[in-house]
């Protein structure tokens, strides 16, 4: 999980999504502040039935301010603040999902390799009773059938072999995608995280924890924001401005050749009051969409809620199945080790055939396979239902590591400074790794 977590180039793509978000609040910040500009011009002119031509070259600087929107401005920030935490929400969920797949290949490596050793014991065993059929045949014992079916059987058990050996590459394989390095000698699970109550008592957990359903929820609420903002795009806009600036004309006669120069300067301060008064239907389209979105993630945060509850129920369900499984399967294993000692010294005795010991062999075999898989999948149900819960998280499962802050970022850009020691850093890095172009 620490490599995983470390590694995952998901959670680095995430991170930037959230930075990306945390600047949608300093652009909305910096909509009440003033907006200073340069325009500089030149131009040439000349008037019919006029001898000469005018040129004339300005250099003007103005700045503009909004003074009063009545909400409409904070209104956006708040909406931009709600899109920051649900996308935090949305961080969560993806780090849960990188620990779950982690867990996922950690548990299939250690299920292949058990199942590769099985099988290898497998075909050792088989290779036994071969040479015990050969051995019985030479001296008359059994029929060359017998021979032929322990061969058969053992052909079959190194075809499962291979396919065991496959299957381990291919954990192996998932292995290095989900951490960034190979499994090599893997140590013993952990023991099993502590369980509710009870399946109602999870379900509470996971409604008060999911990070699925705190984003659904901050979609919820920016959504309602969406639609005070749109109402509020009819409102008066006050805005002042001001603007000062230096020209200069130069008027050339066409015959003579002589022209004058004219400086000039202007200077003006003003105030502008605006408002819509038709748009064609605009704005009260963008009201109503507004409150369709609204609709949406409302429905969006019924149905999370839902989908969560069953998450929770089938991972408990999945815990009871493997854990009722794993004492069947015991019982299972002891009766067929039982079985398949009783026919081999029956088989020796010659009351029993060669076909009844690799029957017999092979019940064993698949009980024993049955109980890895089964063991497995209890260990991943139980990490599956900390997730369900919105519990998978670094900081949940306590594995301690430094973790990454989502708020470090925000405080440093969420005043819209023209720069931040932060980004110029973040830079700096991205630089040297080359991932910036």
Known sequence: MVSAYRSSALIEQNRAVLRAADEDVASSVAQL???LQWVASHQISRTEG????????SLMIGAEIPLYDWGRS???????????????????GIEQDVLLQATNAFFSVRQATEQVALQENSVRVLGQERQAAQDRFDVGEITVTDVSLAEARLAASRAALAAAEGDLEV??????AATGKQPGTLAAPPPLPTLPANVEAARAVAQKNHPAIKQAQRMAAAAELGVAAAGAERNPNLSANAQVGVGRDYERDTFTGSGDYETRGTASVGLELSQTIYSGGRLPAEHRKAMASRDEARAVLLNTARDVNEQVGTAWANISVAGAQLGAIDEQIAAAQQAYEGVREEAQL???????VLDAEQSLLEARADKISAEANLQLAHYQLLAAMGLLTVEDLKLGIPTYDPSEYYKSVRDAP????????LDRVLRAIGREN
Request: glycine content about 6%.
């Open 418 to 425: 023209y720069t931040s020691k932060q980004g110029e850093s």
């Open 74 to 92: 904070q209104l956006a920030i708040d909406a931009a603040k709600e899109q920051v935490l649900a996308t935090r929400q949305a961080l969560v």
């Open 171 to 176: 954990a192996q394989e998932q292995y290095l």
């Open 50 to 57: 006029n001898h000469g031509s005018i040129r004339s070259s």
């Open 33 to 35: 502040r003033p907006v």
């Open 350 to 356: 010659g009351a029993r055939t060669t076909l009844d």
